[in-house]
């Protein structure tokens, strides 16, 4: 079992900034996918982000290519998303989800439109709102 918590979402004005944090309740520094995903209201849920953590390798769905930044700070369990450049489109929950992945192949099941399915352990949610 995988406890996670997001902060650090919030109201900002369009081109600001946000940084996510995910804080794991156990070591998920090795062989494991972490992503980040989203869900505004009326629409379906967006995956956003995704790091496979044995090799360091990362997604980005397009429309957050060259403005989201995926992380993560090993000392504490903890994962970050950057968020520079904000739209107003950005605006959502954003969730923090993980899975152990013990291949690479476990992680490219991870990513793409079904991504989400894989996802076993998930965390409450932040609310981005990004003002035009």
């Known amino acids: 079992q995988v406890q996670l918590v997001e902060s650090g979402g919030g109201s900002v004005q369009a081109g600001g900034s946000l940084r996510l944090s995910c804080a794991a309740s156990r070591n998920t520094n090795t062989r494991y996918c972490m992503g980040w995903f989203r869900q505004a209201p009326g629409k379906e849920r967006e995956e956003v982000a995704v790091m496979y953590t044995a090799t360091g390798s990362t997604y980005y769905r397009d429309s957050v290519k060259g403005r989201f930044t995926i992380s993560g700070d090993n000392a504490k369990n903890t994962r970050y998303l950057q968020m520079n450049s904000l739209k107003p489109e950005d605006s959502a929950m954003y969730y923090c989800?993980?899975?152990?992945?013990?291949?690479?192949?476990?992680?490219?099941?991870?990513?793409?439109?079904?991504?989400?399915?894989?996802?076993?352990?998930w965390g409450q949610g932040t609310q981005v709102t990004v003002s035009s």
């Open positions: 989800a993980a899975d152990p992945c013990l291949t690479y192949s476990d992680y490219v099941k991870r990513i793409g439109p079904n991504g989400a399915s894989f996802f076993r352990y």
